[in-house]
Each structure stands twice: as structure tokens, then as C-alpha cells.
């Protein structure tokens, strides 16, 4: 399944990012994101500023994290305890310089653990990095720029597997 979204602004984008935030928080309390299968994962991708990190912080606000949500591209994962789970965070673009180095690196990182995180929804930033790493259950979400528009963005969502094409289901129901 395959949705696109667009956004006028960034206020709009963390707007889509609550909304699937909100889906995704409802789903781990109700344990269908969680069938021994490890975290959810969000794969984004898209150009430098096209506001991968935004929408992330989006969907931390719409599934209850409290305080500021900031791109972990030093730190390469934040974590966010949540009362029914966790929210990870993981920027895989300063690991390694090829997409086969970034595997290596993301290895080393416990990359293995962070997939196997119950209860958890996994959002890894610059994702194609590490496609071959992700679950066959993964949201991708790519976020490109609208020429068209100076704030404009439209977000192209691809569901793959039946967890997240529930959720995309979901999203693209929403008002």
C-alpha cells in the first residue's frame, strides 16, 4: 500500500507526524505492533533538510513523549521511554562512507538489539543506509521537496507487510 501526503509547512509536518504518532501509540497499547517480532520500524529517507527529523518529532508528540526530540546524528540513537513502550531514534548518516561500511558500523552499534526492542517503534533516519538490515514489516516514508512551494514537502509513505499497511490504513482514514 502506498499513500502520499503533502505539507505546506513544518507545522504541518509534525501534524502528520502526531496523527501516525497517535496510530502507532494506540496500536502498541492494544499489543498489535508487538507479535514477538521485535520493534516497529519507520524507515525515512530523503534529502538533507527535507525534514525527516521533523516529522519524527511529530510522531514522539503524538505518542506521548515528553520534552525536546533532537536529530541523533552525533549521538546516533536517542531513546524515549514511554509508560507502554519506547520510541528509538537512530540517524544512520555518519556511519560509514558506503552503504555496505554503514552495515558494519550499525552492527557494532547493537543495531540487532534495537530491532529486537519489544514494545518499541524504531525510526531510523537515512534508512536506505541500511535497507538490508530492516524487517520485511517496515514503513518507508520518503520526504521530498515541492519545487513548487518554498515550505513545501510531500511525504510518500509505502507500507510493506501487514503491521504497516494496518497503520497506513489507519492514516490514510484519519480526518
Avoid at 525534514?51 to 503524538?62: M, P, V
Avoid at 525510526?123 to 512551494?149: G, H, K, M, N
Amino acid at each position: 500500500m502506498h499513500i502520499e501526503l503533502s505539507s505546506e509547512s513544518s507545522n504541518q509536518t509534525i501534524e502528520i507526524g502526531r496523527q501516525l504518532g497517535y496510530l502507532l501509540l494506540q496500536q502498541l497499547r492494544g499489543d498489535s505492533l508487538d507479535a514477538g517480532e521485535g520493534a516497529f520500524v519507520i524507515a525515512l529517507s530523503g534529502e538533507l533538510g527535507a525534514g525527516k527529523t521533523t516529522l519524527t518529532q511529530g510522531i514522539a508528540e503524538g505518542m506521548g513523549v515528553s520534552g525536546p526530540v533532537t536529530s541523533p546524528t552525533f549521538t546516533l540513537v536517542n531513546e524515549y521511554p514511554l509508560v507502554d513502550g519506547a520510541l528509538i531514534h537512530m540517524d544512520s548518516y555518519r556511519l560509514g562512507e558506503s552503504a555496505d561500511a554503514a552495515m558494519l558500523e550499525a552492527d557494532t552499534l547493537g543495531i540487532d538489539d534495537l530491532l529486537d526492542t519489544e514494545h518499541a517503534v524504531l525510526i531510523i533516519e537515512w534508512a536506505e543506509r541500511l535497507r538490508e538490515l530492516l524487517p520485511t514489516d517496515t514503513l518507508f516514508v520518503t520526504l521530498c521537496y515541492d519545487r513548487a512551494s518554498a515550505n513545501g514537502r510531500t511525504l510518500h509513505f509505502q507500507a510493506a507487510g501487514p503491521h504497516s499497511q494496518h497503520l497506513l490504513q489507519r492514516l490514510n482514514a484519519a480526518p
